[in-house]
């Protein structure tokens, strides 16, 4: 249990260390030209960090006094920023002899199509804490760049087993609180943290961080963070759960097995689901592990006090939240009238199994043929008994009796019917 608390304490100064406040600092954000991987210097000119951001985006009122918060000619007012991309990443810390891994992520945005804006605030937040950093650009007319840019901010420490939310402001800021809540003031995006490794030990008790886009209407993008590979696994199986699952209409391409390549330096893989139908969906991911639970030869396994090892069920087992995703064209859905979303619409039983009601008309021309049909049979009969009397008057009493008889026992079965 001590060491469990050391390690608590451990891990709240790192993320403290990382988001200390500051004034003006010198400006870390990596600013990129479009289709350029050199970073350009003189766009960002100061960084500004906090630990608590919520007074930013209550009133606006608590920005540093060097933060620009008019707009200018040359600004971008009121417009979000273009796509916004969570990279997930790990990160070394050293304490002495020991080495943490601590997961940490890239957060990658786009300028605005017109104008580059003042600056940007950036807020990540899960349901414990909040942080944000401030950016204040250069954008005097002679120096302004002209062409689309593409940021790049690293959150090198995040807290572990988080669903963290990111969103992104561009300055200066929306108007009003009101205007802060618009989607179209901001982009954002969600991110579920992996665990902390421990001198690269129990890889039974490792998980990646995870995040999930919309791309497109019916397109979902999911990204896992990469496993150590001093682990030795490589294999993840990737899935999307639906919520209103439905058995006969399901898509078909909701699992996917990733392999990580052996040599890849990138910090995360990325799937893409493609042909979704309107609805919620969540992503899960797991490790394969090609020996589970064989003693000696598994990857998912954990070490005791006594330095012996076992295998555990699973490993890497990580889900996000819940996300809405709009359906592809060909999945089309109607507008309610009264609002209400397409997706709860209730379903009912397929046409082969629905009991199909009869209409009112339905029955009385059932009524009618039945009707009808009892009169021919009642005329044929009157027919045939006629037919018989005549034959009876030439046979005799035996015939009329034998005839008599069958006649009772056909009206008899028609009674019966």
Not at 112 to 121: F, R
Not at 267 to 295: C, H, M, P, Q
Not at 338 to 345: F, I
């Amino acid at each position: 249990m001590s060491c469990m608390v050391a390690f608590s304490w451990l891990l709240l100064s790192v993320l403290c260390s990382n988001v200390t406040v500051s004034r003006g600092d010198a400006c870390t954000l990596k600013v990129f030209e479009k289709g350029s991987d050199q970073p350009i210097e003189g766009i960002c000119m100061k960084q500004f960090n906090s630990t608590d951001c919520r007074s930013f985006i209550q009133s606006w009122c608590d920005l540093p006094n060097e933060f620009k918060t008019q707009v200018s000619d040359y600004s971008v007012e009121n417009v979000e920023p273009g796509s916004l991309n969570l990279i997930a990443k790990l990160s070394e810390y050293k304490n002495n002899s020991q080495l943490f891994l601590i997961p940490g992520m890239l957060i990658n945005w786009n300028s605005p199509a017109s104008k580059l804006a003042e600056g940007y605030l950036m807020i990540w937040e899960n349901d414990d804490s909040m942080s944000c950093r401030l950016y204040t650009f250069n954008t005097t007319e002679g120096e302004k760049p002209v062409k689309e840019l593409h940021f790049q901010s690293d959150i090198p420490y995040i807290s572990p087993n988080k669903h963290y939310t990111v969103r992104v402001y561009s300055m200066p800021p929306p108007e009003s609180l009101a205007k802060s809540q618009d989607p179209d003031t901001f982009v954002t995006m969600n991110l579920t943290s992996g665990s902390v490794i421990y001198n690269y030990n129990n890889p039974g008790s490792w998980t990646p961080s995870l995040s999930a886009k919309v791309v497109t209407n019916g397109t979902v993008e999911v990204m896992v963070g990469h496993v150590p590979q001093v682990f030795n696994m490589s294999r993840f199986e990737v899935m999307l759960l639906q919520r209103s699952y439905d058995e006969l209409n399901a898509p078909e391409n909701l699992i996917h097995i990733y392999k990580q390549p052996p040599d890849s330096q990138s910090s995360a893989g990325k799937i893409r689901f493609s042909g979704l139908k309107t609805d919620e969906y969540k992503a899960v991911v797991y490790v394969l592990d090609d020996y589970r639970k064989v003693d000696g030869e598994c990857q998912c396994w954990q070490e005791e006090t006594n330095s012996k090892r076992y295998c555990t069920l699973s490993c890497g087992a990580v889900a996000t939240n819940w996300f809405h995703v709009p359906g592809t064209a060909n999945h089309t859905s109607t507008e309610d009238p009264e609002g209400v979303p397409p997706n709860n619409v209730t379903k009912g039983p397929s046409v082969d199994k629905a009991p199909m009601p009869r209409r009112p008309d339905q029955e009385k021309l059932i009524i009618g043929l039945a009707v009808g049909g009892s009169l021919i049979v009642l005329l044929a009969l009157a027919a045939y008994g006629l037919w018989g009397k005549n034959r009876n008057k030439k046979s005799g009493n035996s015939g009329e009796q034998t005839e008599l008889s069958a006649l009772h026992l056909v009206l008899h079965n028609y009674a019966c019917m």
